[in-house]
């Protein structure tokens, strides 16, 4: 009888614990899957973010410039990736993403991960994303925030300056908003809707691209873009990488992700038309230059908002902000007589900041967005939230920006020779010429 009940059981047992033994395997096994998945999406993001710098920004860039001029548009922005990437390794990522918000960690990380410290293949965060990918992801926008700067003063300055600025600037400019909008800052405990980079990316490049180009002062000489098919190949990289930059952003393979790519695509489809029709309402004819410039608007104008707008929210995006940075890139600049060589204020700055507060509005249930997972969502408290995120990032930008301008200025110095301008950078500067004509 013992033998019997022992037998019994042992049967019940099995029976009880086979199905659970079962289920956590199952589970493990749909843990796995996602984390390779999620892992597999990042890694791909990672290289169309890169893609975004090399060679896309720096082809829409070098197309713009005389052609005298090319080779150093280019030499910046590949030489921005070089050495940017040995700076994040070195202290950027641990000041942007370690430290968490107390005290002065509210406004910018610590020291604890110089030189990579503690980076590993391990899980950074329950996602199944490697701690290595997330470091590496997030090179990417460090490196392509100072090169969208490169823009605002082609043609006129020096090299040496161009290194300094980027280095100084990632680390105590980009660095610090980074951490207070993303990684623990008092921006993101307030509540800042910033997905990919609106505020941190954006609007950081375009105000200190305002402050640069004022410093620096005018080109001696202006000239029509050099080569528009090269310009027109550039926009079409960043336009592709952009999918990297929004949908890699929520660091996950998922309708979310799925989402973000989708209204990344449609507000810069109607950015570019609406510039294109601008153009034929003043100009008689549809522009090479209007329409890629409209659609690099819509696309920085959709980055804060990706990740809550559904299609019409981008749509409404799109329109405006194709609208609003022709007006700014071509009348207020005139107006100014500011020399934003390659429109990076009102395309980045103004775009961005367009899209940093209508994420607000685009956010709500009735035109396809998320509410940002609030239960009592109010779109005009989160417009004031909006707000208060993009005036900090403007007055912190500015400041920071025109201080290491002049420490540059005291050292290095900023601007070519007259003579040097003359020649063209790439003579004067590297020795040699795009071509041999």
């Not at 403007?394 to 007259?418: C, H, N, P, Q, Y």
Request: charged share 10%; aromatic share 8%.
């Amino acid at each position: 009888m013992k033998k019997l009940n022992a037998s019994l059981g042992a049967l019940m047992l099995f029976l009880f614990s086979a199905p659970l033994a079962l289920a956590e395997e199952s589970s493990s096994t749909v843990d796995s899957a996602i984390g390779a998945a999620n892992t597999s999406w990042i890694m791909t993001a990672t290289a169309l973010v890169l893609f975004m710098t090399l060679p896309g920004l720096a082809l829409f860039y070098g197309g713009l410039v005389h052609k005298k001029n090319v080779l150093s548009v280019l030499m910046h922005c590949f030489a921005m990736a070089c050495i940017l990437s040995v700076v994040w390794l070195v202290a950027g990522y641990s000041l942007a993403l370690k430290g968490g918000g107390e005290g002065i960690h509210a406004w910018i990380g610590d020291l604890s991960a110089l030189f990579g410290k503690g980076l590993d293949g391990s899980d950074s965060g329950g996602d199944g994303i490697p701690g290595i990918l997330e470091f590496a992801f997030q090179m990417t926008f460090f490196i392509i925030t100072p090169a969208l700067v490169v823009g605002t003063f082609v043609e006129r300055v020096k090299f040496s300056a161009v290194m300094l600025f980027a280095i100084l600037w990632g680390l105590f400019c980009y660095a610090p908003v980074c951490h207070m909008v993303w990684f623990g800052g008092w921006l993101q405990e307030k509540g800042v809707i910033d997905l990919a980079g609106g505020i941190v990316v954006h609007i950081t490049a375009g105000v200190a691209a305002l402050i640069f180009c004022i410093m620096v002062g005018p080109r001696k000489e202006t000239s029509p873009p050099h080569n528009l098919a090269m310009t027109l190949t550039g926009t079409c990289m960043l336009w592709v990488g952009w999918f990297g930059f929004n949908g890699g952003s929520g660091l996950a393979a998922n309708g979310a992700g799925a989402m973000s790519i989708v209204v990344t695509h449609i507000s810069a489809a109607a950015a570019a038309l609406t510039w294109m029709l601008i153009d034929v309402a003043t100009t008689k004819k549809p522009t090479v230059l209007g329409i890629c410039t409209g659609a690099i608007a819509g696309l920085a104008a959709i980055t804060p908002a990706s990740g809550v707008a559904g299609p019409m929210g981008a749509l409404i995006i799109g329109v405006a902000s194709g609208a609003i940075c022709w007006y700014f890139s071509i009348k207020v600049k005139n107006a100014f007589g500011y020399d934003d060589s390659l429109d990076v204020v009102g395309v980045h700055g103004v775009g961005g900041l367009v899209g940093t507060l209508l994420a607000a509005v685009v956010a709500v249930a009735a035109l396809g967005g998320t509410e940002n997972g609030a239960e009592n969502y109010s779109w005009t408290s989160q417009l004031g939230i909006q707000a208060l995120g993009s005036i900090v990032t403007i007055v912190f930008t500015a400041i920071v920006t025109i201080i290491i301008l002049k420490i540059i200025d005291m050292t290095v110095g900023l601007r070519v020779s007259e003579s040097d301008e003359s020649i063209g950078l790439d003579q004067s500067a590297h020795g040699e010429t795009a071509y041999n004509d």
